[in-house]
């Protein structure tokens, strides 16, 4: 319902929403352009792979990698010198040849995406630089694997898609939680039917970040957090989500709305942890963000972000269908034609009974390897596969686009009093091309 100065309206109308909704243009695909729905590449029998930032997560994709044959470790990047040595340290006690060391400035990775000799470039630097040096790489004739959030803004995010086509180079965005053992459950119960159709989920980014603030170089996650407002971090719970209802592969997010609570969380963190003195409303993002998105099929998706509330660590991962619900967080379970969860026992059952094929083979492999339980190994290891293989990857340069641009996207709607926003198609016309999401396999 809309309220309005005279009270209350009837229902809105798609028109309705058509005239108030703020518009994101989509920029024409240049003449002999074509999409990368699909992109397939020669096979890669040893994928030479270069690592850029190895600060937080840099460090523990290289040792990850170690455990994947077919892999060699060529070139390590860091602002910090210590840091490429310590990996490189690493590498020979795994039995590794060292790697080509590059440090010092904050552009060393020029030289990097430059180098003859390369596949891969793994980008896993602060959020800043994540989109340009992808962009570069894939110039450079380099495949990319970007961290999350991939690109900040429209302009980066357009710049990759229309990268990767022009290049017809891979750019995946890092997103480890679309492997999660739950996740990837629940997606091949989807794909087999049991939950019907999937008309809303939820997703979310819900982690006190008090501990790590002073351990991200130059503070950048906090600066980012203070100049800008939305919401920052959406990938871990909105891709799972958008995998399941086959975003871009049948259906399309159309637009989305925000509403945010003002900031206390952090600039209290700031006073008391760092004695700065912050104004009632210098700190821009607030410290609860909600956004809700609507699909061309009249689906429903709803994300959160929360970095600085005192309350468990929650993605809120669920999916509600027409003839079953998933839930991961706060209880894990599942409901089947039924308003209860099903029994423990039987929960257990269809963990195991619908475990997604991708994970057969190398569930013991991943868990023993590890990466937040195992999943940012199966991330890794999908990666290889797909690159050694000559197939499309699990994610492809439109799921980076549409998963990222919720970061711009809601802070529009917030400065625009929480008004619709448009969600561009990002693969200019063929959303529908495909029918549903589906990881590719060799022979298949």
Not at 121 to 127: F, G, I, K, S
Not at 133 to 146: S, T, Y
Not at 250 to 259: E, H, P, T
């Amino acid at each position: 319902m809309l309220l309005s100065a005279a009270g209350l309206t009837g229902c809105i109308s798609k028109n309705d929403i058509a005239g108030q909704m703020i518009a994101t243009p989509t920029p024409e695909r240049a003449a002999g352009q074509a999409d990368v729905l699909q992109l397939a590449v020669d096979p890669l029998p040893t994928v030479r792979v270069a690592f850029i930032g190895l600060g937080m997560r840099g460090p523990g994709a290289v040792e990850r990698m170690t455990h994947i044959p077919g892999v060699e470790i060529v070139a390590l990047c860091d602002v910090l010198p210590q840091n490429t040595a310590r990996v490189n340290a690493m590498l020979e006690e795994r039995g590794r040849p060292r790697a080509q060391e590059f440090s010092g400035d904050t552009e060393a990775w020029r030289r990097v995406t430059a180098l003859p000799g390369v596949d891969l470039v793994y980008v896993a630097t602060d959020w800043i630089h994540h989109a340009q040096i992808g962009i570069q790489a894939m110039r450079d004739g380099k495949h990319v694997a970007i961290e999350v959030p991939s690109a900040m803004n429209m302009e980066e995010i357009w710049a990759l898609v229309d990268t990767s086509e022009q290049t017809r180079r891979h750019c995946m965005p890092l997103e480890n939680c679309c492997y999660d053992f739950f996740e990837l459950t629940t997606l091949n119960m989807v794909q087999q039917g049991l939950l019907g159709e999937i008309i809303h989920g939820e997703g979310a980014y819900i982690h006190g970040l008090q501990p790590y603030w002073d351990s991200y170089w130059n503070d950048w996650r906090m600066k980012y957090n203070r100049t800008h407002r939305g919401d920052l971090y959406p990938t871990h719970g909105l891709g799972p989500v958008c995998q399941a209802m086959g975003i871009h592969r049948g259906d399309k997010m159309n637009y989305l709305v925000s509403v945010d609570t003002r900031a206390v969380g952090n600039p209290e963190f700031l006073r008391e942890k760092r004695g700065e003195t912050v104004p009632e409303g210098e700190f821009r993002n607030g410290d609860h963000t909600s956004t809700l998105i609507r699909t061309e099929l009249g689906h429903t998706i709803l994300v959160e972000h929360n970095v600085t509330s005192p309350r468990p660590y929650d993605r809120m991962y669920q999916l509600t269908g027409t003839r079953g619900f998933a839930n991961k967080y706060p209880v894990q379970g599942f409901a089947l034609d039924s308003h209860s969860f099903v029994s423990d026992a039987e929960r257990a059952a269809l963990m195991e009974r619908y475990k997604h094929p991708i994970v057969h083979d190398i569930e013991e492999l991943a868990r023993t390897v590890g990466g937040h339980g195992g999943m940012d190994f199966v991330m890794d290891y999908r990666l290889v596969y797909c690159l050694q293989n000559g197939l499309p990857l699990d994610m492809d340069v439109y799921d980076l686009a549409e998963w990222c641009c919720v970061i711009p996207l809601s802070e529009t709607s917030l400065d625009n009093g929480s008004a619709p926003v448009e969600i561009p198609d990002f693969t200019r016309g063929a959303w529908n091309r495909l029918s549903g999401f589906r990881h590719a396999v060799a022979g298949l």
